[in-house]
């Protein structure tokens, strides 16, 4: 059996939470013995075999509000399919939903539901019945969390066909790690507590209400990643002369798991349900880290539970955002319990033995269908 997986980005192009979705499904199939692979679009296109995973990637022409698009991708799409026995799409990503569409593929479909259309109403209203005829096309459809399930009206339609699925975390990428950097050692050891952001830098990341929150809590904010709003996002806290926050860059995972331990919390002070489920948060909970996080309907407030694992707040809230951040800057009771309560949920919810078998089941009951 050949399971492929389509999205727009992959490793090493790009880290994100869609990614290491993709990583963690791939692995688990690779480990039964299923061959995978993984497609997606580059700059700078190759192939290679990740953990066991076959990545090929095609270059990337251009960009329309954010969907990449490929004439590679287009000229082989057809021998992509002949040579899989089950697709697995990502959704949101239109070139490839249409592909298939135009295509008439007739290969079983599986439809991970990353997350509805958000940013882009007009873009979001112009494909609405093409997005209905790949949820149709779907033999199943995934979301992360019933929250997203039951937040996401598209979705409400297609119930019959919905599996959900939460992402888990992969514990082996944090062992065998190289020991920290000596800057970034020399740089946590001056700052004292620090609140600890990670994720790519996006429109949805409510980085800017952070910021804006900055100026009223009694720690640090360090935030890790890269992104589009890299560079407004320095301007603006050195304009304003933010004395509090710091912009790290992207960090390797010897680093990361540095900075996880050393952090006082975590937050993740999203304000759009683009964020569709927050796989640092696991990271988090792996590290008996409480998390600020807010009320999106979707994994943000699934993973993390008020007032039992963290805070959630209101998105776009700065003050109230804040005044989470300083119960947690302030009291050391507090976030020691809230940690624990954090791996706890961790262990009994988001593990390799708790959600990966479900693909498989999935994967394997399509196959037979199709020897049938």
Avoid at 144 to 171: A, H
Avoid at 175 to 189: A, C, G, T, W, Y
Avoid at 197 to 207: A, E, P, Q, S, T
Avoid at 304 to 317: A, D, E, F, Q, S
Wanted: hydrophobic share 40%; proline share 5%; net charge positive.
């Amino acid at each position: 059996m050949q399971v492929t997986h389509i999205f727009k980005t992959y490793f090493p192009d790009t880290h994100g939470g869609m990614e290491e979705a993709i990583r963690q499904i791939s692995k688990a199939t690779v480990e039964k013995k299923i061959t995978t692979l993984v497609v997606s679009l580059s700059k700078e296109p190759k192939e290679s075999v990740q953990d066991g995973v076959i990545t090929k990637s095609f270059y990337n022409d251009f960009e329309f509000f954010s969907n990449p698009f490929s004439w590679a991708l287009v000229k082989n799409f057809r021998k992509i399919i002949k040579r899989s026995d089950i697709i697995h799409l990502h959704f949101p990503w239109p070139t490839v939903e249409l592909l298939v569409l135009l295509f008439n593929v007739k290969k079983p479909i599986v439809l991970t539901f990353q997350c509805d259309i958000h940013n882009n109403r007009f873009l979001r209203k112009i494909i609405s019945p093409f997005i209905h005829a790949i949820l149709q096309k779907s033999n199943v459809i995934i979301p992360s969390t019933d929250n997203l399930l039951k937040s996401t009206p598209i979705l409400k339609g297609y119930k019959e066909k919905c599996c959900v699925i939460s992402m888990w975390l992969d514990e082996d990428r944090f062992k065998d790690l190289p020991l920290p950097s000596s800057v970034i050692k020399r740089k946590i050891e001056q700052l004292g507590d620090y609140a600890l952001f990670i994720g790519v830098l996006r429109w949805y990341k409510g980085l800017d209400v952070l910021i804006d929150a900055a100026n009223e809590i009694s720690g640090n904010i360090v935030i890790v990643g890269k992104g589009p709003l890299l560079d407004a996002l320095k301007n603006r806290i050195e304009k304003e002369k933010i004395t509090n926050v710091f912009i790290i860059g992207f960090q390797n995972d010897g680093d990361l798991k540095y900075l996880l331990k050393k952090c006082k919390f975590t937050i993740l002070p999203s304000t759009s349900p683009a964020e569709a489920f927050g796989q640092v948060l696991l990271e988090s909970c792996y590290f008996k880290k409480p998390m600020v996080t807010t009320e999106l309907g979707t994994g943000t407030s699934f993973i993390n539970l008020n007032n039992k694992t963290g805070y959630v707040v209101p998105p776009n809230h700065a003050t109230l955002l804040a005044e989470a951040m300083n119960k947690l800057f302030t009291s050391t009771s507090i976030c020691s319990r809230f940690g624990q309560n954090a791996y706890t949920r961790l262990q009994e919810n988001f593990t390799y033995e708790k959600q990966a078998g479900k693909y498989i089941k999935i994967y394997k009951n399509l196959f037979l269908g199709i020897k049938k």
